[in-house]
């Protein structure tokens, strides 16, 4: 059977239908868990999940040319954190992020927090 490329789809409606997560180690067990989860979650609603990983330091700014470079939908991140001028750039460009287990008090991104 062949298989259609989304791509041509893409183009027209603006939407890469990827969220991108990053993330800068696996030490806490519960990432793994929790990016499993998301996967399942974001596959019902048709998304697609395209994982980073950043440095030890937790600094996403590094990578985030690459992530800006498919387009993505949204950004999660966990366990990194996002500099201001890259949290106004996804501001500016409409991209939605959110920071898992992590917040910033500039107001230009939601959190999700857990005990």
């Not at 939407?15 to 868990?33: E, H, K, L, M, T």
């Not at 929790?34 to 996403?60: C, I, M, P, S, W």
Request: hydrophobic share 40%; glycine share 6%.
């Amino acid at each position: 059977m062949e298989k259609c490329s989304r791509l041509p789809g893409n183009w027209v409606t603006a939407r890469s239908r990827i969220i991108g997560v990053a993330i800068s180690y696996f030490d806490n067990q519960f990432y793994p868990q929790v990016l499993e989860a998301l996967a399942q979650k974001l596959d019902t609603l048709n998304y697609h999940l395209l994982l980073f990983v950043g440095d030890r330091e937790g600094n996403v700014d590094r990578i985030f040319d690459q992530i800006m470079q498919y387009r993505v939908d949204g950004i999660t991140l966990a366990s990194v954190t996002l500099s201001l001028d890259l949290s106004e750039e996804c501001l500016a460009a409409g991209i939605p992020v959110v920071l898992f287990n992590r917040s910033q008090e500039n107001g230009m991104t939601s959190s999700v927090n857990s005990n």
